[in-house]
Nanobody, 118 residues
Framework: QVQLVESGGGLVQPGGSLRLSCAAS????????MSWYRQAPGKERELVAS????????NYADSVKGRFTISRDDAKNTVFLQMDSLKPEDTAVYYC???????????WGQGTQVTVSS
């Protein structure tokens, strides 16, 4: 059974930092590109950051470039999202997604809430 379990969300003040984790099980992790998406109330889900299965290439939404960093630890089957200089507009539910490098198979995590507020 495939599981993607996010953790690390919470309430943080503007300018603060959080580190999200997504632990994968039931998949051959190194065969999957990994991404973080977010969805704010009343808005569509949007791509925040992605990393290739090899870890050699990353991509970021313009709104988070220079503030967020995606990384992966293949030994722990885990992908991370380091979020610095957080802004109120970063408030959303953050989701982890695993997409098979060859093909169209993908899986979603259940999401973790991030709230940036003073």
């Amino acid at each position: 059974q495939v599981q993607l379990v996010e953790s690390g969300g919470g309430l943080v003040q503007p300018g603060g930092s959080l580190r999200l984790s997504c632990a994968a099980s039931g998949i051959t992790f190194i065969r999957y590109h990994m991404s973080w998406y977010r969805q704010a109330p009343g808005k569509e889900r949007e791509l925040v950051a992605s990393i290739t299965n090899s870890g050699g290439d990353t991509n970021y939404a313009d709104s988070v470039k220079g503030r967020f960093t995606i990384s992966r630890d293949d030994a722990k089957n885990t992908v991370f999202l380091q979020m610095d200089s957080l802004k109120p507009e970063d408030t959303a539910v953050y989701y982890c997604k695993a997409r098979l490098r060859m093909g169209t198979l993908f899986y979603w995590g259940q999401g973790t809430q991030v709230t940036v507020s003073s």
